[in-house]
């Protein structure tokens, strides 16, 4: 489903640059459950960035479903973006005037088939758990409601992958544990996912675990299924 050659990034920075990702290479087959860790500055978010077709490398290159975004213009880069991805951050990024409904219908504005669409929000929410509360804004839910509103707007388009960048970061450990409970059920339901953290604890849910350090991959570790 993802094949990366070869990626490298490098940010020009006055007469020189930095460089982000040194020439990373490797594959993500559908249904895989994949984290990517390592400290700070080792170019997770780059990656991340790459894959989900926000950024493009310096070289190397990067297919997504047999396509190689390379060649794709401006237009079906942003139709794989919305069709193909769906993005989980972890400041949540909902719309503070808009219910919890609202906020997982946003990617679908642009749809043909708005009551269906209301239906299928209404379904997502009920997955995350947060069926009673689709008329609550953002403010009114505690920071997992949040999160959850979030993971179901995400996957409002039915994206071929999922794409969390450190999902956790701004939750407490107990909470972490339900998202992460929560991503598990999802990948069992078959969703890919892809997950940037800097927590062991919450790498340890999925089933391979990418380590990079200074733009490189330094370990692939094959965990086996939903080790935690
Ligand atoms: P991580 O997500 O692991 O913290 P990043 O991908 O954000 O790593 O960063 C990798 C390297 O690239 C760091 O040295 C960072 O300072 C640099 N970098 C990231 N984004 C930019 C940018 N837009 N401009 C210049 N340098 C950047
Ligand atoms: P933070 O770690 O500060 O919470 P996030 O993980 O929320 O940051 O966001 C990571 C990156 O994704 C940011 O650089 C931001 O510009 C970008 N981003 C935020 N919202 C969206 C969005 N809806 N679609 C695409 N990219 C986004």
């Known amino acids: 489903m ?10 020009p920075m006055g007469d020189s640059c930095v460089k982000a990702l040194n ?9 895989e459950f ?11 978010s780059t990656l991340m960035n790459i894959i989900g077709c926000l950024d493009k490398p310096t070289s190397g290159s990067y297919s ?16 794989v973006r919305n069709k193909e991805i769906g993005f989980v951050f972890q400041s949540f990024h909902l719309l503070p005037r808009l219910s919890a409904l609202q906020n997982v ?3 679908l504005r642009f749809s043909a088939s708005p009551v269906q669409d209301t239906d299928y929000a209404h379904e997502l929410l009920k997955r995350v758990g947060l069926d009673t509360r689709h008329d609550h804004r953002p403010n009114q839910l505690s920071g997992g409601q949040r999160q959850r509103v979030a993971i179901a707007r995400s996957l409002v388009n039915r994206p071929a992958i999922l794409l969390a ?21 999802l990948h069992k ?26 733009g490189d991959i330094v370990e692939i570790e094959e965990r086996g299924e939903n080790a935690a």
């Open 2 to 11: 993802i094949k990366v050659h070869q990626l490298k990034k490098e940010y």
């Open 64 to 79: 997504l479903n047999e396509q190689a975004v390379a060649e794709l213009d401006d237009d079906a880069l942003s139709a």
């Open 189 to 214: 339901a078959g969703q890919t996912i892809i997950l940037v953290t800097h927590e062991e604890e919450v790498a340890a849910y999925a089933q391979r675990i990418i380590r990079m350090r200074d």
């Open 34 to 44: 994949v984290a990517i860790m390592g400290p700070s500055g080792s170019g997770k």
């Open 105 to 107: 219908l946003l990617p």
């Open 165 to 185: 960048d450190e999902p956790t970061g701004a939750l407490d450990s107990k909470t972490s544990v339900e998202i992460m409970a929560l991503f598990t059920e």
């Open 23 to 31: 020439g990373v290479s490797f594959s993500i087959a559908r249904n």
